[in-house]
C-alpha cells in the first residue's frame, strides 16, 4: 500500500472581513513530486494568477481534498468560549477524521507560537471526537507551508478558496481592499460600516478594529 501524505493550512486567520478557510490535501510521492516540478510553493509567495492555475491541478492530482469555511459569524460566537488557536486546532482535528484515506503522516502549519502546543491541542480533539482513531506521524511546525508540498498545496486551495469569497462581496460592495487591518481600503470600508451603524455578517465584530472604530468619535474618522 503507498504511503499518503496529508497536508493542512489555512488562509483568513487575521482578516476582519470574511471567512477563515482550511483546506486539507492528501497526496502520494508520485503527485508530490509532480507538484513540487509545477513550482507549488507557501501560497503568499506566489501570484494570484499562479495559484489559480496550480488549484484545479492540485484538485485533480490529490487522492482526496476538501475544506471548512468558518464563517465571521461562527469565528464570532467561538471565540466567547476559546483562541482562535483552539478554534484552528478543533478544525484541523474535524478535517483529519473526515478524510476517507488514511494518511502515512500529516504535516500541519503550526499557529500556536510553540508549535508543539498546537499539535498537542489537535490530538486532544482528535481523541475527545473519536478515542478509537489511530492518529498518524504529525509534523506540526511553523511556515510548514513552505517546508512540505501537501501543506503548500492546501495553502493554495485554501487561499484561492477565500479569495474568490472576496471577489464576490467587491462585486457588490465595491473594492473593499484584501479585508485585512492593515489594509487602508478596508478600514475605509469598516469605517463608512460603522458610521452606518450596520455591520454585515461578513464583518468579524469581535475584532480590535471593529471594536476601536465604535469607541472613536465621527470626528477622530
Not at 508530490?32 to 492555475?53: A, F, H, N, Q, Y
Not at 491541478?57 to 475544506?67: G, H, N, Y
Not at 491541542?121 to 475527545?128: E, G, H, L, S
Amino acid at each position: 500500500m503507498k504511503d499518503v501524505f496529508c497536508g493542512i493550512d489555512e488562509a483568513g486567520r487575521g482578516p476582519v472581513i470574511g471567512s477563515l478557510v482550511m483546506a486539507c490535501v492528501c497526496l502520494d510521492e508520485k503527485s508530490i513530486r509532480k507538484l513540487k516540478g509545477l513550482g507549488v510553493r507557501d501560497s503568499k509567495k506566489m501570484t494570484p494568477k499562479k495559484r489559480e492555475e496550480l488549484e484545479p491541478v492540485i484538485k485533480e492530482l490529490a487522492l482526496e481534498w476538501s475544506t471548512i469555511k468558518i464563517t465571521p459569524q461562527e469565528i464570532d460566537k467561538l471565540r466567547k468560549k476559546k483562541s482562535l488557536n483552539v478554534i484552528e486546532a478543533d478544525k484541523t482535528a474535524e478535517l483529519i477524521l473526515s478524510l476517507t484515506v488514511k494518511p502515512s503522516k500529516i504535516f500541519v502549519d503550526a499557529t500556536d507560537s510553540i508549535a508543539k502546543n498546537y499539535e498537542k491541542k489537535i490530538i486532544d480533539q482528535i481523541v475527545k471526537l473519536n478515542p478509537e482513531y489511530k492518529i498518524p506521524k504529525m509534523v506540526c511546525e511553523h511556515r510548514a507551508d513552505d517546508k512540505y508540498i501537501p501543506a503548500s498545496a492546501a495553502s493554495v486551495i485554501a487561499k484561492v478558496e477565500r479569495d474568490r469569497e472576496i471577489e464576490e462581496l467587491k462585486k457588490e460592495y465595491g473594492n473593499i481592499g484584501s479585508g485585512y487591518p492593515s489594509d487602508e481600503r478596508t478600514q475605509k470600508f469598516v469605517r463608512k460600516l460603522v458610521r452606518e451603524g450596520s455591520l454585515p455578517s461578513f464583518v468579524r465584530r469581535s475584532w480590535g478594529t471593529v471594536n476601536k472604530l465604535k469607541q472613536s468619535s465621527l470626528s477622530e474618522f
